[in-house]
């Protein structure tokens, strides 16, 4: 990175077990960003990660609360700054990328550069997480707009502006998805850049379940749908009742024509009730949405309360 940026760089580290890798992680990115103070939030750890990342020189505190989101969660509230790098601390995220990301979120004056990861060794970007990150998002692509193609990225650059106005709802590996919704939700200014992935070094494990973990942002995402496009969700509902109601009500239907009787009353009663379902979920729909609307202006607006950044300022 040329030039030397007046801005406080923050790199946020959350860790559990991560003995065998933080030290690298802790030195790859105080080599790249050596005015940046790097942290490290330790999530109960049992090895000797506190320890390790206490000589390495980064500043270690802990949260209690088990599971990536709470750790975000308690970072972005703590720690003070004007650009914020959270990275994982498995150090298969390529430091030296930290300065192309940050020129960028400067130059363009963007609240997030996403890491969109690039590798060709299967061990570290297995494909079974491959194609769940694919499938999702694209889901997420589909709703709320194609912008990310590397939603479960664990290595993004933040503006103050986004990290003090996000939520931060979720407790899980599912955080990565409520970031990317949150900046895509209220059309914040962002940007993607390939960097390069490689795997764990020895004595590292990963502790993203595949298939657990891959349920919870599935559910994750379909309560953000819910959320933040309540119209949309009812209005599958509204669909699939009223088409079930019909498809049940017509051989009944028929047999009154034929001989204006109707000998399955229960299942005409079953119709009609998953029709008024229908129109109760359709109704749902347009209220939620209003609501909705007045949410995401109140949101905006806090994301508004903080300045965005200045042009990058270079010194010889």
């Given amino acids: 990175m040329t ?33 940046a103070i790097i942290y490290v939030y330790d999530n109960n750890s049992t090895d000797r990660t506190i320890d390790v990342a206490k ?9 209690p609360l088990q599971g990536k989101g709470h750790v975000v969660r308690r970072m972005f509230a703590d720690v003070e700054a004007d650009i914020y790098v959270l990275v994982d601390g498995d150090d298969t995220y390529d430091a030296a990328s930290a300065p192309v990301l940050i020129e960028q979120l400067l130059a363009e004056r963007l609240d997030m550069v996403n890491a969109a990861r690039v590798t060709k060794i299967e061990a570290a970007y297995r494909p079974g997480h491959r194609f769940g990150n694919v499938l999702l998002t694209t889901m997420v692509a589909r709703i709320f707009g194609d912008r990310i193609h590397d939603m479960l990225s664990g290595y993004r650059v933040f503006s103050r502006r ?9 407790s899980g590996f599912e955080i990565e998805t409520e970031l990317t919704v949150h900046a895509l939700e209220l059309n914040m200014p962002v940007a993607e850049i390939k960097t390069p992935y490689k795997d764990r070094p020895a004595g590292s494990v990963s502790k993203l379940r595949t298939f657990h973990d891959g349920f919870r942002i599935l559910i994750t995402i379909l309560k953000l749908i819910k959320q933040e496009r309540p119209m949309a969700f009812f209005s599958v509902l509204f669909a699939i009742l009223s088409l079930g109601s019909l498809v049940i009500i017509w051989p009944v239907m028929l047999t009154f024509f034929q001989t204006g009787l109707v000998p399955r009353l229960p299942t005409a009663v079953l119709a009609m009730g998953m029709m008024l379902l229908a129109f109760l979920s359709l109704g749902c729909g347009l209220i939620l949405e209003t609501v909705t609307r007045g949410r995401q202006e109140m949101k905006r607006l806090r994301y508004l309360d903080f300045p965005a950044l200045p042009c990058p300022h270079k010194q010889a």
């Fill in 3 to 35: 030039g030397v940026y007046s801005n406080r760089i923050a790199v946020l580290i959350p860790c559990y077990n991560e003995e065998a890798a933080i030290s690298a992680v802790v030195e790859n990115f105080r080599h790249a960003l050596p005015s």
């Fill in 162 to 170: 986004f990290v003090k106005s996000f939520p931060a709802l979720s």
């Fill in 55 to 63: 000589i390495a020189g980064a500043v270690v505190r802990r949260e």
